[in-house]
């Protein structure tokens, strides 16, 4: 994952969500059609793209896509 964009465009085919970059910043229960058991399927697409493991309660912490994608490209 190189920028938000292309992240937001993952989670989008992955989960099947209609979203944009510009969806980047909305509350995770903001996102249109989200659901909770969105975020496990996340963070399992994640950890295989990133080729590492995410930290649980921080991603149960991140309020949005955005703070999810810092986490993610964080090293």
Do not use: C, K
Request: aromatic share 6%.
């Amino acid at each position: 994952m190189t920028d938000i964009d292309e992240f937001i465009e993952l989670v989008a085919d992955q989960l099947g969500l209609a979203i944009t970059p510009g969806d980047a910043g909305l509350d995770l229960h903001e996102l249109p059609g989200w659901d909770s058991v969105y975020l496990l399927r996340l963070l399992v697409v994640i950890e295989r793209r990133a080729g590492r493991q995410l930290s649980l309660p921080d991603l149960l912490d991140a309020p949005n896509l955005e703070s999810i994608y810092r986490l993610a490209v964080a090293g």
